[in-house]
């Protein structure tokens, strides 16, 4: 069992930078993939990003539209991976799901755990 807790959203003007966390606890912090995904008004949840570990090295992936603009990053010493979200758009707003062990590939959404989501506005 893996338990996530997300936090960090917020309303932001085009342009600006948010973070969001996710606090995770449970099984072993760093032996599952974790995922980010969003779901805008009106739109099915869509993948953001992931980050996979496989032995010594670290797998990150992006969607396209993020790409360059958001970042995954990790504080392995608080279980707790983090969104840094940069020159946002009005496009992404979304709620925000980080999401734990994937049963098929890290862009898919079935992922076995999910956090409660978290709201990110950015005003144009």
């Known amino acids: 069992q893996v338990q996530l807790v997300e936090s960090g959203g917020g309303l932001v003007q085009a342009g600006g930078s948010l973070r969001l966390s996710c606090a995770a606890s449970g099984r072993t912090f760093g032996s599952y993939t974790m995922g980010w995904f969003r779901r805008p008004p009106g739109k099915e949840r869509e993948f953001v990003g992931a980050i996979r570990w496989s032995g010594r090295t670290t797998y990150y992936y992006y969607a396209d539209s993020v790409k360059g603009r958001f970042t995954i990053s990790t504080d392995n010493a608080k279980n707790t991976v983090y969104l840094q979200m940069n020159t946002l758009k009005p496009e992404d707003t979304a709620v925000y799901y980080c999401?734990?062990?994937?049963?098929?590939?890290?862009?898919?959404?079935?992922?076995?755990?999910w956090g409660q989501g978290t709201q990110v506005t950015v005003s144009s």
């Open positions: 999401a734990a062990d994937p049963s098929r590939g890290v862009s898919s959404p079935d992922y076995d755990y």
